[in-house]
């Protein structure tokens, strides 16, 4: 997969984020109607009936969590992202039609932030992040990776990620320094790109590692509010996670 159309994906996205929390309430209800079956005779069920009230607690807290995050916009920001954005779409074609076939993609998102910032404002240990990425269908024969980016192995697949850089305060704001840096690493990939000579083909050789550590680094970026992940309901899943409620 490397591009749907926009409205479809929104459209996706915004049915499977509606449909879990449906999916959370009936369960709630099967677990009450089991739960008032046993408070018919709770002295013989007595750990059972206090598992059922903690699953469905937990529920409860999955819910809450999924329509403040709704309320508070973090949901339309995520679903907006999920789309290949217009700042990417025309490097990834550039990619596929040259014939390196692409997964995921994202030019990066200022709004976007690690569950480890704790300010959030976009800087983490004094150096801005990014949740820009291009994973590819498979290893190619691949030069040195672009400038502000480094070569990673996810998989067995190709995978660009760009590299933090140092925060200074003379470049403005959190936000307007990321959006200077973005400027220049995606500039810097699309000159990548179109440099490129047309794919021959797949390489069977294991991804050459610039700076890979394999998984390592990307199970870290995984930990990212980031709607890069495979699908939406990836992307509840993650949500939760960072939450602390799964």
């Not at 159309?5 to 915004?14: D, F």
């Amino acid at each position: 997969m490397t591009y749907i159309n926009e409205e479809e994906n929104k459209t996706a996205t915004s049915k499977k984020f509606d449909l879990t929390i449906k999916k959370y309430e009936k369960r709630i209800d099967d677990f009450q109607k089991r739960l008032d079956e046993l408070n018919k005779d709770a002295g013989s069920h007595s750990n059972e009936i206090k598992s059922i009230k903690e699953e469905i607690e937990d529920l409860k807290n999955r819910i809450s969590y999924l329509r403040a995050k709704e309320s508070d916009g973090f949901v339309q920001t995520v679903k907006e992202a999920a789309n290949i954005d217009s700042d990417i779409k025309g490097i990834i074609d550039e990619f596929n039609r040259k014939g390196y076939k692409t997964k995921y993609s994202s030019s990066g998102h200022s709004k976007l932030r690690k569950k480890e910032d704790n300010e959030p404002d976009g800087v983490y240990y004094g150096k801005l992040y990014s949740d820009a990425r291009v994973q590819f269908d498979g290893h190619y024969k691949f030069p040195d990776a672009p400038k502000y980016w480094t070569w990673k192995a996810v998989d067995n697949d190709d995978y660009l990620d760009v590299v933090p850089i140092s925060y200074n305060d003379k470049d403005g704001s959190p936000d307007e320094a990321f959006s200077k840096w973005k400027t220049n690493y995606m500039n810097s990939l699309k000159s990548f790109v179109d440099s490129l000579k047309n794919a021959n083909s797949k390489s069977s050789d294991k991804p050459k590692k610039e700076e890979k550590e394999e998984n390592k680094d990307v199970k870290e970026s995984a930990t990212y509010e980031s709607a890069t992940c495979r699908d939406a309901e990836t992307l509840i899943d993650m949500m939760l996670t960072s939450s602390g409620i799964r």
